[in-house]
């Protein structure tokens, strides 16, 4: 099953990849996107990098490795070792 979920999540950042422009024109501008990164393209980006943000957690899961990930990104905030 975290297979099934893994490849279901790379697809969903694939086509949040692939189809930014439209989800741009569709949702809009994201405020944080275009004062950090700029006003050509600010949202454009913004949106790409979610999708590669999801991609990772579905390669993450797919893989095997998400709970291991999680807990070391983690650990600093939860002062475990």
């Known amino acids: 099953m975290r297979i099934i979920g893994g490849l279901i999540l790379i697809t ?25 990164f700029g006003s050509e393209g600010g949202s454009r980006l913004g949106y790409k990098l979610i999708g590669l943000v999801v991609i990772f957690f579905g390669l993450l899961m797919a893989s095997g490795t998400f709970d291991g990930f ?5 650990s600093p905030l939860t002062k475990t070792r």
């Not at 741009?24 to 275009?34: D, V």
């Open 12 to 36: 969903i950042g694939t086509l949040i990849v692939i189809k930014s422009e439209n989800l741009f024109q569709a949702l809009g501008r994201i405020a944080w996107f275009e004062k950090n």
């Open 70 to 74: 999680i807990k070391t990104a983690l």
